[in-house]
Each structure stands twice: as C-alpha cells, then as structure tokens.
C-alpha cells in the first residue's frame, strides 16, 4: 500500500517534468539511467521526500533532491516547489563544454561533397 509521503519513481519523474511522458521515464529506469545513493531504480521504487537521485545525461548524471512529493503532473513553474537541481558546477561546465562542440560549424568544402559537387564530378568523370 502507498503512502502519502511516497511515490513511484516512473510517475513521479513525469510529473515533475524530467521526461515527456510517463512510458518515457519508466524506460529511463529499465536502463538504468536514474539511480538512488548508489542503486539503479526500477519504475516501481518508492520515492519519498528527502532522496537524493541522479538521472544519466550522457557522459555525466545530474543529480537532483526531493524537496516535496507531488502525485499529479504539475505546470513547469511549479516544479521548483518539488525538486532541487544539486549537480555539481564543475558538471554542468563539462556538460555545457561538450553541447557546444556538438555543434560546430563546417567550412564549405571539407568533408563530403554537396549535392551540387558530386553532379559537378559526375559530369567532369564522365
């Protein structure tokens, strides 16, 4: 039986707006992306106020304290009054250093050819 204080972990990272949709988280925690202390989480675990939790961000895990357990999906506004973001600055940086190179711009004319090039060739060969 749940108690009032506790939450299963699935429902209760949807309704704080950690993942888009309900199947969404509990599929986070059969890969063990989402760990308590030290334990991967199943989507059935209780969560209660007070925990600690990680979620996978590849390469790193952010890591985030129950402040309030809620048993509805609440508004984006209101998901401070719930949980505290408590992830290190040093790993934030790491996360932010490696989002920005993902997107580097690529010169024209390095790597593959364009459409264009590749008729261009196409018709220069032959």
Known sequence: MKQQNSER???FLWSV???KTRSQAAEACKKKQVMIGDVFV???RLMQEGDEFKIKHPPVFKTYKIDKILHKRVGAKLVKDYITETTPQDVLETLDIINKNIYLKRD??????TKKERRDLKNFFG
């Open 42 to 44: 199943k989507p059935s």
């Open 108 to 113: 024209r004319g390095t790597g593959r050819p």
């Open 9 to 11: 972990a699935d429902k």
């Open 17 to 19: 707006r950690l993942y």
